[in-house]
């Protein structure tokens, strides 16, 4: 990725065909499908890329079986062909994870549920249930079979491979299980991903630009004026076209044109809060499990980073959709729920870490047609031309951006076809990729191997030629110094936030280790190296990255052991 200082070049006073204003999954999508069309395109984001949302997701990329209860096939057919089509386009990047619905005690497997899982296991398999156009195309030659990747069917398993499954199970005495496959990914690394294959096709990304101002001329938007947050200026952009992929914030953009247009969906905000626990405590071994949450409802809780990651709630959210917290009654349910299935007794001291996001969900603005339509995606154009695509979910976000640049070029009546279905999304690493120096151990080079693919190799680089940058950032956990430097160099990171949060996931994988400035002191420290910043600057900066903690909430532990 271009640095901040040649971006802002590339961009300010600059006009191109497409600017896409929002730097999460969605905008990452739009950035990389129009610039492979062959647009000229600049993505900018007001804070860091993935900041929002596309950060704070279930780190999933599934069809979603409990949209199943609510007859959504076709949302779930479409997010299982994108979850089959990911994991080809990045198998380092997206895996597949066995899940397992146990039936303890004298408990019986649910009948329903293995129906529903049948019906799963059809819509993901590469013939059965593909649409007339599918199979068509298929036949023409249009689409490879192997585009369609699907694990293996559901089976029930007995208790013996169920615990050696999921260890934290035995205290239980699980009778057997349904297992099935979804898949993981590293949500922010996803984002990363695509934004680095929209730069290979042209496009430009800059993070701290906040669009303050859709410029138009004769009703029509032309541009948009944005404040560069570092120096505090203000720029402008052309464009043929502006696209709003800012999801829960996209209410923000023009609202003035929503006021007055009756039938254009707006944003529900629904909050989905989530917890990490240490697999000390929580062992789940090499699967995920359903685990039922009273009254029908149902969390997960499932193996990431080598934590125990469980969520999520879904409750309607009126609060602060910028630094959204775990709320204490969504930490206690989702505890309660995990402690009455496995027989353990967590609490919120010993949690390594929390996080919060807020789902952008649709509903109309016409009171008489107000619904929630799930997690459909939405796209509209308002009066001045402007998209906007909000809704959908992680899983979906390559449809969502193919929907948004198809009505770009049906509206210039041009010839580009959508090129993403067979774009890679990096590379995986090779084994001499993996070359580490001295002190850099295996645990360090296959997390590499996942977080950057082939591009694993810069880090080691790096933490070659600068042994200092081989050293873990936190003791005991795999994720290197050498990180910090090359996000800083090559990915737009500017903050000890956003290399704890998003760049390494260290802010919510391991919270209780960085309750201090001095703990987060040598990631500032590198920062500074690669962006000039004085002793003083790098105190600050890390200073900042407590108030961020606090603000966000990644810590529940801290605010536990403060109020005993």
Not at 25 to 42: N, P
Not at 337 to 366: E, K
Not at 402 to 409: A, E, I, N
Not at 515 to 531: I, Q, T
Request: glycine share 10%.
């Amino acid at each position: 990725m271009l640095s901040r200082a040649r971006a802002i070049e590339e961009v300010a006073g600059k006009r191109f065909e497409v600017v896409v204003i929002g730097g999460g999954i969605t905008g990452a999508g739009v950035a990389l499908d129009a610039a492979s069309r062959g647009y000229s395109v600049a993505l900018l984001e007001r804070g860091d890329y993935a900041v929002g949302t596309s950060s704070r997701s279930s780190k999933m990329v599934h069809g979603g079986l409990r949209y199943l209860q609510n007859f959504d096939l076709g949302l779930v057919r479409e997010a299982l062909l994108e979850r089959q089509l990911m994991v080809r386009l990045a198998p380092h990047l997206v895996y597949p994870t066995p899940f397992l619905v146990a039936a303890l005690g004298e408990e019986r497997r649910d009948r329903k549920l293995g129906l529903g899982l049948n019906m799963y296991d059809v819509m993901a398999t590469t013939r059965a249930g593909r649409s007339r156009r599918e199979r068509r195309a298929a036949r023409n030659g249009e689409e490879s079979d192997d585009s369609h990747w699907s694990p293996d069917r559901h089976r029930a398993i007995d208790r013996d491979e169920v615990l050696e499954l999921v260890p934290a199970l035995a205290p239980r005495e699980p009778k057997d299980a349904y297992l099935f496959y979804d898949c993981q990914t590293d949500d922010v690394r996803l984002v990363l991903t695509v934004l680095g294959e929209a730069e290979r096709f042209g496009a430009v990304m800059l993070n701290g630009a906040e669009v303050t101002e859709v410029l138009s001329q004769n009703g029509k938007a032309t541009g948009v004026a944005f404040v560069e947050e570092e120096s505090g200026e203000r720029m402008e952009v052309g464009a043929d076209h502006v696209v709003n992929a800012t999801g829960v914030f996209a209410d923000g953009i023009r609202p003035e044109e929503l006021l007055g247009e009756e039938d254009v969906p707006r944003i529900a905000p629904s909050r989905g809060t989530h917890l990490l626990i240490d697999q000390a405590d929580l062992p789940m071994g090499k699967a995920a499990c359903i685990v039922p949450a009273g009254e029908g409802r149902m969390i997960f809780s499932l193996p990431w980073y080598g934590r125990t990651l469980v969520g999520t709630t879904d409750n309607d959210f009126d609060g602060d959709t910028v630094h959204p917290r775990p709320a204490q009654d969504d930490i206690a349910y989702l505890l309660d729920a995990v402690n009455d299935f496995f027989g353990t007794s967590i609490t919120g001291s010993d949690l390594v870490g929390a996080y919060a996001g807020v789902r952008p969900l649709i509903s109309t603005g016409d009171p008489r047609k107000s619904v929630d339509i799930s997690r459909k995606a939405e796209l509209y154009e308002t009066s001045s031309g402007m998209l906007t695509i909000t809704g959908g979910k992680l899983t979906t976000w390559r449809r969502m951006a193919k929907q948004t640049v198809d009505r770009l070029v049906e509206r210039e009546g041009r010839e580009a076809p959508c090129h993403t279905h067979e774009i890679p999304l990096g590379m995986p690493a090779r084994p001499e990729d993996l070359q580490a120096p001295e002190g850099v151990g295996e645990e360090a080079t296959e997390q590499l191997a996942f977080r950057y693919g082939h591009a694993a190799r810069k880090v080691l680089e790096i933490a070659r030629s600068e042994p200092k940058l081989a050293r873990p950032i936190v003791p005991g956990c795999p994720d290197l110094l050498a990180e910090v430097a090359l996000a800083a160099r090559a990915e737009q990171a500017r903050s000890v936030a956003d290399v704890m949060l998003r760049r390494t996931r260290l802010g919510i994988l391991a919270a209780p280790d960085l309750r201090s400035a001095k703990a987060v002191r040598s990631v500032a420290d590198v920062l500074g190296a690669e962006h000039g910043w004085s002793r003083r600057r790098r105190s600050r900066e890390a200073e900042a990255w407590l108030e961020v903690a606090a603000q966000e909430g990644v810590d529940p532990a801290a605010a536990v052991s403060r109020d005993g």
